[in-house]
């Protein structure tokens, strides 16, 4: 290969760029001083050379660095040749490999192409093998259907002349099974419709069968009502019923029609509206009668029927249905003659009646609980009324009752009378002076009784409901459960508060109006009342969250929406949040007056630091006094108890630190006492969730983050109390920033005055922007 054709192998080849080791390239820019000014349009050689060897005594390398280059440069294009080369030497290995797999794909389109004439070839042969089958078999499927409509024709002809002697004779039991085989043929025989002759066939068996259904009803007629005279045998109407179903499904409803109204026109003549007994006083007798009419039905004319035609079914069903009419009738018009002892009692009467029925001709036992209507058998929330049950999935339970749901008001009026006797009763009991009771745990604090028996028979009277109907009445019931709610909540409750008013009817308005100015602290009787009042709210409120829910699911689906008892439940959250309040008012008025003496010791003129002062004594003693008290009432309702502790401290904490303000002027040692005095509080007040308590639990940690939020910031007041004021303003207001971020300038002048700052106009409003700016400056930062 000579060298021109090396160059045209190298310029057809791809561009081949050189990447040189780092230590290469950057040994070459530190001798030349950098490579990228030689590709510069402006480049001077002489410069560069002269930058190169500014000196004559550098001249003395020219040689030496010469040679490197030359070293550099030779290895570069011997590099170069290699790359080129190897670059060549790739092509054609590439090019060699490309061939190599055309000519593999040129073979493999070769087979396909030979695998499809191939498959062609079998094709056409199996074409030509099966196309006489195929014809074959065309034949024998029109032969077949040939032979089967001739044969179809030949029953039809010969079945219809028998069919007629066989209906003339009332053969009943031979004409079945031609009759069926008949109608079959004529099914198969639909695509012949064009055929004269076979329609007249048609229309010929076709009359055979009105004529049969016309028979066989006037048989039953005459069998039924003409006495002993009838030539018609029970065995020749049970043969009957076998040819009425095959017919059409109207014959079986027309028969089953007139036979189930014969068999109620004594019923409906008996208690006819203008009979006496057919009121619902005497609404037992007609299921007697219904009772009694089976009972001698099934011994006599039972067998008459195919079981699958459950006779005695249709007949209650249909009894049923005319009671419900009946009744409904005849409650709307003698309306002023109802009253709910008549009403429980045909309700009472017709569940049983339709609970039997379902036993009956369901066969699903009920349980005697769910049968008695009275409230004393009732089920609680918890448990499943069977007859609510069965209301929901039982075809029975319901159909007569139903006619008495649109006059269930007169039962929600009787309820409400008899909550609003036991309400008064409960009004009467909170206001004396034994009025709280335990029912629900023991010990002081317990559930008041009377929310025990409210609640209990509410629970009676929504499981005797669930069995009467799951509709209007229903949501009429959750409305007068949701008013005596109220009631109990704004004269029951609030009633049983000490020192409160005979009646309080703005608590659902506003519960703060319970409470005291007076300065007179509850006895420990009162305490205990208020924290019955608090575990009897607790109980109101989650019992009536679970009524709710139960009443949510005994109602009807379209009227669960309906269903809101979130104010009561409000109510009874305010309720507790009121008398927690109390509570809190009770002790702050205990520390007050220490809280006083401390405004009044001479904080200028102390000397030296002691033990703590005798208002901390003071104030830890009425904590030890009260708190473990509250605790032990509140062990059933422990969240109750730390709410209490919480709002203690949010509300004494804030007038502690206003007392502080009061003391003025303070000197440094007073600071250093009252400082060492809030520290001692501060660790009392800590400890306050389990005062006086052997066994020493931790304190809830939203209770320790507000004592120590707060109380950091009475340390951090009187620590600036004792910081230096003179000379150095901005400092102190710079630090007042810091350990108070959130103080206003009213805070920061009282601070003032507690040091006895003496300042003028000019510096007062001058430390004030200051503080303003710093103040500013800390937010945004």
Not at 766 to 773: G, Y
């Amino acid at each position: 290969m000579d060298s021109t054709e090396v160059l045209e192998d190298k310029d057809s080849g791809p561009e081949v760029q050189l990447n040189l080791p780092g230590s290469v390239m950057s040994r070459i820019e530190e001798l030349m001083g950098g490579t990228e000014q030689f590709d510069s349009e402006e480049f001077d050689a002489v410069a560069y050379i002269n930058r190169v060897f500014p000196t004559e005594q550098s001249l003395s390398g020219v040689e030496s660095a010469a040679a490197r280059c030359e070293f550099r440069l030779a290895s570069v294009q011997h590099d170069i040749r290699r790359l080129v080369r190897a670059q060549h030497d790739q092509r054609m290995a590439g090019h060699e490999a490309l061939l190599d797999a055309q000519k593999c794909i040129a073979e493999l389109a070769l087979q396909v192409a030979d695998i499809n004439k191939k498959a062609e070839r079998s094709e056409s042969m199996v074409r030509e093998i099966t196309s006489e089958i195929k014809q074959l078999d065309c034949a024998k499927w029109n032969l077949t259907g040939a032979i089967t409509a001739l044969n179809h024709l030949h029953m039809l002809a010969g079945g219809a002349a028998s069919l007629r002697t066989l209906a003339d004779n009332r053969r009943y039991k031979e004409l079945v099974l031609p009759l069926q085989a008949i109608m079959e043929v004529l099914d198969q025989l639909q695509c012949y419709r064009d055929i004269k002759e076979l329609n007249a066939l048609r229309e010929e068996v076709l009359g055979i069968r009105t004529m049969l259904a016309q028979q066989i009803l006037a048989d039953f007629k005459e069998a039924l009502t003409g006495g002993g005279k009838s030539g018609v045998s029970p065995r020749m109407l049970a043969e009957a019923c076998s040819v009425v179903d095959v017919l059409e499904p109207s014959v079986r409803k027309e028969l089953l029609k007139w036979f189930i109204d014969m068999q109620l026109q004594e019923y409906e003549h008996l208690f006819s509206p203008e009979q006496e007994h057919a009121w619902v006083s005497h609404v037992e007798r007609r299921y007697t009668w219904l009772k009694k009419h089976l009972l001698r039905f099934e011994e006599t004319l039972a067998l008459t029927f195919p079981p699958a035609w459950r006779m005695s079914e249709r007949l209650a069903h249909r009894f049923c249905k005319l009671t419900h009419k009946a009744l409904s009738d005849l409650l709307q018009a003698r309306r002023n003659e109802l009253d709910v002892k008549l009403l429980l009692y045909a309700i009472q009467k017709t569940y049983n009646f339709e609970v039997l029925l379902h036993k009956r001709f369901i066969g699903t036992d009920v349980g005697a609980d769910a049968a008695d209507l009275s409230p004393e058998h009732q089920l609680v929330f918890d448990d499943e009324e069977t007859g609510a049950v069965l209301r929901q999935g039982s075809p029975w339970v319901g159909l007569i009752g139903s006619c008495f749901e649109c006059h269930l008001s007169l039962y929600i009026t009787s309820l409400d009378a008899n909550l609003r006797g036991l309400m008064d009763r409960f009004i009467q009991d909170a206001k004396s002076p034994d009025s709280v009771t335990s029912a629900v745990g023991s010990g002081a604090g317990a559930v008041m009784s009377s929310c025990a028996d409210l609640f209990l028979f509410y629970k009676k009277c929504l499981a005797q409901c669930a069995t009467l109907s799951t509709g209007e009445p229903m949501l009429e019931l959750s409305m007068v459960f949701s008013s005596y709610l109220r009631e109990y909540a704004g004269s029951v409750l609030s009633a049983a508060l000490p020192r409160a008013a005979p009646a309080l009817p703005a608590l659902v308005t506003g519960l703060h109006t319970l409470l005291r100015d007076d300065a007179v602290r509850y006895t420990k009787q009162e305490i205990t009342k208020i924290t019955s009042v608090i575990t009897t709210s607790e109980y109101c409120l989650e019992t009536t969250v679970h009524l709710e829910q139960k009443l949510k699911e005994k109602i009807s689906p379209s009227l669960v929406e309906r269903i809101d008892l979130a104010p009561e439940q409000d109510l009874f959250h305010k309720m507790i949040s009121n008398c927690i309040q109390l509570l809190v008012q009770d002790l702050e008025m205990a520390c007050e007056p220490a809280l006083q003496a401390m405004t009044k010791i001479s904080w200028l003129h102390f000397d030296n630091v002691g033990d703590q002062s005798s208002y901390v004594t003071q104030i830890i003693m009425h904590l030890k006094n009260t708190v473990p008290n509250l605790r032990d009432n509140l062990a059933s309702s422990r969240k109750y108890f730390t709410q209490f502790c919480i709002r203690f401290a949010n509300s004494f904490i804030p007038k502690f630190i206003q007392n502080i303000y009061k003391c003025k002027p303070i000197s440094t040692v007073g600071s250093e006492q009252l400082l060492l005095d809030t520290h001692m509080l501060k660790t009392a007040l800590l400890e306050l969730p389990s005062i006086g308590s052997e066994v020493k639990r931790q304190a809830p940690t939203t209770y320790t983050k507000v004592v120590i939020k707060l109380m950091t910031k009475a340390e951090m007041i009187l620590k600036l109390v004792m910081a230096p004021l003179d000379g150095n303003l901005e400092g102190f207001v710079s630090q007042f920033v810091q350990l108070l971020p959130e103080s206003t300038l009213v805070e920061f002048h009282k601070v003032l005055d507690m040091k006895g700052a003496k300042l003028t106009k000019t510096q007062q409003s001058s430390l004030d922007a200051l503080f303003k700016e710093t103040a500013k400056t800390v937010q945004n930062k």
